[in-house]
């Protein structure tokens, strides 16, 4: 996909724990990753009056939380926090949200299902879980070997969460909130995460786009082991063509990667690499294959174990919006593995 057609204000990302002002009252915090996606970028919003509004939390972990106060030590000084505000419930964007809300002493605000899905996956240490997880990744084609390392990491989400708060001041699509004097209204995103919150700003002309949108990756849209027969790729495109009704000029203020204006262009780019994709999955169906199968036709490059589990998702959600349209139907074989045809 070209990005030629976005403009980035600014050229270089940040250094973790600096600030930066992206727009009147606007500010851009840079945390790291420990992944090949190595930070995610978080937002502080004036809220007036010596207060301010924070988007998204970081990785739970230590290294975060130094960094967070190194922040409120230095940049973020003097200020109350009166909004904790998470777009979604993965790790790198709600793992120190209970930390932060103790810390701060402010309530979660997010949309109720993405909060409900994170508080449910932290709390989940049962058998059963890694039980579900081998069944599902079998079925996909996983051998022995990787099958075995699905049981023996588990939940790797639990790990990657500080603490998950026990409340949440719930926000749904539509939603306004003022904030430093402007009206903030939530759009819910879809195929990335159960309910993501989107956040725009149309005074200010921004919008806090979290994973829905980014300038140089496509967001990850899979099918995971607790929702095995989901369509997650129609939410996702369905998203897509709501944001595209707000203005062309709008900046973006996404999750991974720059800040950029060229919200239509980007929005087309992405739906035509998913257009691709589902071209290139339906190819891979001339023959009866696994979904380990199909994804060797979409992702060519060498996966890591992390890597794999990704990928057999975002295969999974290829292949399931293929049969939505009926071009692609599923047998199970003898061996318990779906097996995936041309219709």
């Known amino acids: 996909m070209s990005r030629s057609t976005l403009d980035h204000p600014f050229a270089e990302p940040l250094a973790p724990g600096q600030v930066l002002e992206v727009a009147p009252g606007i500010r851009w915090i840079r945390m790291p990753l420990p992944f090949a996606l190595d930070h995610i970028n978080l937002w502080a919003l004036d809220d007036g ?83 579900n997880q081998v069944r599902y990744y079998r079925r996909m084609g996983f051998d022995a070997e990787q099958l075995d390392g699905v049981r023996s990491r588990g939940n790797t989400y639990r790990a990657r969460i500080d603490v998950m708060p026990v409340r949440v001041l719930g926000i749904r699509n539509g939603d306004e909130m003022t904030i430093g004097g402007r009206i903030w209204r939530m759009i819910e995103g879809g195929g990335h995460s159960p309910e993501h919150a989107c956040l725009y700003c149309e005074e200010a002309g921004v919008l806090i786009s979290g994973d829905q949108v980014l300038p140089r990756i496509s967001p990850i849209v899979g099918v995971w082991p607790q929702q095995p027969e989901a369509e997650p790729l129609g939410l996702f495109l369905d998203a897509l063509a709501r944001l595209r009704h707000l203005p062309a000029d709008t900046l973006v203020l996404p999750s991974h990667g720059l800040p950029f204006r060229g919200l239509h262009a980007r929005v087309d780019q992405l739906t035509a690499h998913h257009v691709e994709r589902l071209e290139k999955t339906q190819g891979a169906c001339a023959r009866p294959a696994s979904a380990v199968q199909v994804l060797r036709a979409l992702f060519t490059r060498e996966l890591d174990a992390h890597q794999l589990g990704f990928a057999t998702g975002e295969t999974l959600a290829h292949l399931h919006h293929l049969m939505r349209q009926g071009s692609v139907v599923r047998e199970m074989g003898e061996d318990g593995i779906w097996w995936f045809r041309r219709a």
């Open 49 to 131: 009056d010596g207060r301010v509004a924070l988007v998204d939390t970081g990785l739970g972990n230590d290294a975060t939380k130094e960094l967070w106060e190194v922040l409120l030590a230095g940049p973020l000084a003097g200020l109350t926090v009166s909004r904790l505000i998470a777009t979604h419930f993965h790790p790198d964007h709600m793992g120190l949200a209970g930390w932060l809300s103790r810390r701060l002493d402010v309530d979660l605000t997010a949309s109720v299902r993405e909060w409900l899905f994170g508080r449910m996956l932290w709390l989940e240490e049962s058998e059963e879980f890694n039980d």
